[in-house]
């Protein structure tokens, strides 16, 4: 029988679409990990604090990293240190259990009040990464051999996971999952998005900068689109640079804030170029 249903309403300073919202409550109603795909930039990562927020909730972050193995989220045997101690130290090397370290899923496992586990860019691991995940995330308990423990969550955490698809994850890890894929958001909802950050952003300033970050965007054949956060930073360079509504189109200033790949200034460049037919400009330009 599923949960009782614990509603995550968003935060102040995080804007979630109904779909978005909806998916969390059903993970959280089901006991299950809320696995999220998107771009970079969507706020994958930012959404498991604002679960956090809303709920109250401490928040545990586990970040992935190519070399991360699943040992290394539940606990590590710190067999250095005993060594160690057994010819230098004063410790009773014969206790063991203070030379193990639980992890961040050791520790989502063993805190008191449930909390939040962010496991983020799980796909930047190996592939057999999340299988090795699979027990302890659907029994909530692992076991420690070298003491003769089972370690058992006293409250399941609100697990989210994400991915930005560098990797095709398992079927079976797939199958224990809640899946949601956050789109980019479209104009509207990305106005809204700014004015959380952004809230006093001059009207016309806004607008000729959502329009000519969208057109950037578009241009096809881009290594790396800019991301929400990068046009977040790009008004506040804005701003603080004191330029224009009316010189952003034309001059694209700061423009190193949106783009940060030499070839997608090229590919930028070139656009321009067959556009008007003229010399484009000097990339110092666009570094003002």
Not at 96 to 102: D, E, P, S, T
Not at 145 to 158: C, D, H, L, M, Q
Not at 255 to 261: A, H
Request: with cysteine.
């Amino acid at each position: 029988m599923a949960r009782k249903l614990v509603q995550y309403t968003g935060s102040s300073d995080y804007i979630v679409s109904d779909d978005l919202r909806n998916s969390v409550n059903i993970a959280m109603a089901l006991g299950k990990p809320l696995l999220i795909k998107g771009e970079p930039g969507t706020g994958k990562t930012v959404l498991a604090q604002s679960i956090a927020d809303a709920l109250d909730k401490e928040l545990i972050i586990w970040n992935i990293k190519s070399t991360t193995k699943a040992q290394e989220g539940l606990y590590v045997y710190d067999t250095v240190q005993r060594l160690y101690d057994s010819q230098f130290g004063e410790h009773n090397v014969a206790d063991i259990k203070q030379y193990i370290k639980l992890g961040k899923l050791g520790e989502a496992f063993q805190a008191d009040q449930q909390v939040v586990l962010l496991i983020d860019e799980i796909d930047k691991a190996d592939l057999e990464f999340p299988n090795d995940l699979l027990w302890e995330l659907d029994q909530m308990t692992f076991y420690i051999p070298e003491t003769k423990e089972t370690i058992s969550a006293k409250t399941r955490p609100i697990v989210i996971i994400t991915s930005n698809a560098e990797k095709e994850l398992p079927d079976a890890f797939l199958r224990r999952c809640i899946f949601h894929y956050i789109e980019f958001p479209d104009a509207e909802a990305m106005e809204k998005i700014i004015r959380v950050h952004h809230p006093n952003v001059e009207k016309r300033l806004l607008e000729q900068a959502m329009e000519t970050f969208y057109m950037l965007r578009n241009i096809p054949n881009l290594q790396k689109k800019p991301s929400t956060s990068e046009l977040i930073d790009w008004l506040q360079a804005l701003v603080v640079g004191g330029i224009s509504p009316n010189k952003i189109k034309q001059e694209l200033p700061f423009l190193g804030v949106l783009l940060k790949k030499n070839e997608d200034l090229d590919t930028l460049l070139n656009q321009l170029y067959n556009k008007t037919q003229n010399r484009p400009q000097p990339r110092s330009n666009f570094y003002r």
